[in-house]
Protein backbone atom coordinates (compact mmCIF):
# COMPACT_ATOMS: atom_id res chain seq x y z
CA UNK A 1 0.00 0.00 0.00
CA UNK A 2 2.84 2.63 0.87
CA UNK A 3 3.80 2.21 -2.64
CA UNK A 4 0.61 3.02 -4.06
CA UNK A 5 0.22 6.27 -1.85
CA UNK A 6 3.63 7.28 -2.59
CA UNK A 7 2.63 7.44 -6.24
CA UNK A 8 -0.94 9.16 -5.39
CA UNK A 9 1.23 11.97 -3.30
CA UNK A 10 3.88 12.24 -5.86
CA UNK A 11 0.47 12.94 -8.65
CA UNK A 12 -0.45 15.59 -6.06
CA UNK A 13 2.61 17.47 -6.30
CA UNK A 14 2.61 17.35 -9.69
CA UNK A 15 -0.59 18.98 -9.47
CA UNK A 16 0.73 21.74 -7.43
CA UNK A 17 3.31 22.23 -9.43
CA UNK A 18 1.54 22.44 -12.76
CA UNK A 19 -1.49 24.38 -11.34
CA UNK A 20 0.03 26.69 -8.31
CA UNK A 21 3.53 27.09 -10.07
CA UNK A 22 5.28 25.31 -7.48
CA UNK A 23 8.28 23.18 -7.99
CA UNK A 24 9.44 19.92 -6.92
CA UNK A 25 12.54 20.33 -4.24
CA UNK A 26 15.02 17.81 -2.47
CA UNK A 27 14.42 18.77 0.63
CA UNK A 28 17.21 19.32 3.73
CA UNK A 29 17.91 17.14 6.82
CA UNK A 30 15.87 18.81 9.15
CA UNK A 31 13.13 19.05 6.20
CA UNK A 32 13.94 14.66 5.55
CA UNK A 33 13.30 14.53 9.53
CA UNK A 34 10.22 16.43 10.17
CA UNK A 35 7.90 15.38 7.16
CA UNK A 36 9.56 11.70 6.58
CA UNK A 37 9.86 11.87 3.19
CA UNK A 38 13.20 12.82 0.72
CA UNK A 39 11.10 15.24 -1.97
CA UNK A 40 8.35 17.88 -1.38
CA UNK A 41 7.22 20.91 -3.44
CA UNK A 42 8.06 24.70 -2.83
CA UNK A 43 5.79 27.25 -3.62
CA UNK A 44 6.72 31.14 -5.31
CA UNK A 45 6.52 32.58 -1.60
CA UNK A 46 9.23 29.91 -1.22
CA UNK A 47 7.56 27.69 1.32
CA UNK A 48 7.52 23.84 1.53
CA UNK A 49 4.62 21.14 1.33
CA UNK A 50 4.67 17.41 1.61
CA UNK A 51 1.91 16.54 -0.77
CA UNK A 52 3.17 12.64 0.05
CA UNK A 53 2.80 12.45 3.38
CA UNK A 54 -0.34 14.21 3.16
CA UNK A 55 -1.90 11.21 0.75
CA UNK A 56 -0.54 8.98 3.50
CA UNK A 57 -2.27 10.94 6.04
CA UNK A 58 -5.35 10.99 4.33
CA UNK A 59 -5.41 7.15 4.36
CA UNK A 60 -4.94 7.02 7.72
CA UNK A 61 -6.99 9.70 9.83
CA UNK A 62 -9.92 10.16 6.74
CA UNK A 63 -11.48 13.18 5.74
CA UNK A 64 -10.02 15.63 7.79
CA UNK A 65 -6.76 15.53 6.12
CA UNK A 66 -8.11 16.29 2.79
CA UNK A 67 -5.32 16.99 0.02
CA UNK A 68 -8.46 19.20 -2.25
CA UNK A 69 -8.59 21.43 0.76
CA UNK A 70 -4.79 21.47 1.40
CA UNK A 71 -4.91 22.68 -2.42
CA UNK A 72 -7.26 25.17 -1.61
CA UNK A 73 -5.16 26.54 1.17
CA UNK A 74 -2.04 26.81 -0.35
CA UNK A 75 -0.11 29.54 0.21
CA UNK A 76 1.84 31.30 -2.05
CA UNK A 77 -0.26 30.31 -4.98
CA UNK A 78 -0.02 31.75 -8.46
CA UNK A 79 -3.10 32.72 -10.44
CA UNK A 80 -3.77 29.50 -13.15
CA UNK A 81 -2.50 31.24 -16.40
CA UNK A 82 1.00 32.09 -14.79
CA UNK A 83 1.44 28.45 -13.21
CA UNK A 84 1.42 27.69 -16.95
Avoid at 31 to 49: A, H, K, N, S, T
Avoid at 66 to 74: A, C, D, G, I, T
Amino acid sequence: MARELFWLGAYAGEVFVRRAGAQWVDFDQGQQELFGQMVGVRMPDGRVWNPIGKVANRFVAGKEESVQQMYFLLHGRVPLQAAR
